[in-house]
């Protein structure tokens, strides 16, 4: 087996494991999480907002301590809602990039070490 530039030692993984591919890979997958995520913080702050404008000024202002329209009770499920939202859009967003770290990343990183860094 040939040693030098570019060829690892027997045994030992190329560059502690990580090659170029395999790291701009991982990131494309890591930067497509976080964008992900930054959307789901996006479409939280819009359902609370729209929480607010249905039921919560009416809760604070109109009706305080007399909620006659339900509409505390509207504005705390819509919010209760949107949180519930939130969180599976995060985890959805972890799911995708696992996925692509697993499948898109897999070939790039697999001769070279990784997962098992």
């Known amino acids: 087996m040939p040693h030098g530039d570019g060829y690892p030692a027997p045994g030992v993984p190329r560059w502690s494991g990580l090659c170029d591919e395999c790291i701009s890979c991982l990131l494309a997958c890591d930067s497509a999480r976080t964008s992900c995520e930054d959307s789901a913080d996006y479409w939280r702050w ?4 729209d929480c607010w404008y249905a039921y919560g000024w009416v809760c604070w202002y ?7 329209d339900g509409a505390c009770i509207n504005y705390n499920s819509c919010m209760i809602s949107a949180s519930l ?3 599976w859009d995060y985890w959805q967003c972890a799911s995708t990039q696992s996925s692509c770290r697993e499948y898109s990343c897999g070939h790039a990183c697999l001769c ?3 997962p098992h860094e």
Do not use: A, F, I, L
């Not at 109109?62 to 006659?68: H, S």
């Open 46 to 49: 819009k359902s609370e907002t």
């Open 62 to 68: 109109v009706e305080p301590g007399n909620d006659q």
């Open 112 to 114: 070279h070490g990784w």
């Open 85 to 87: 939202q939130h969180q």
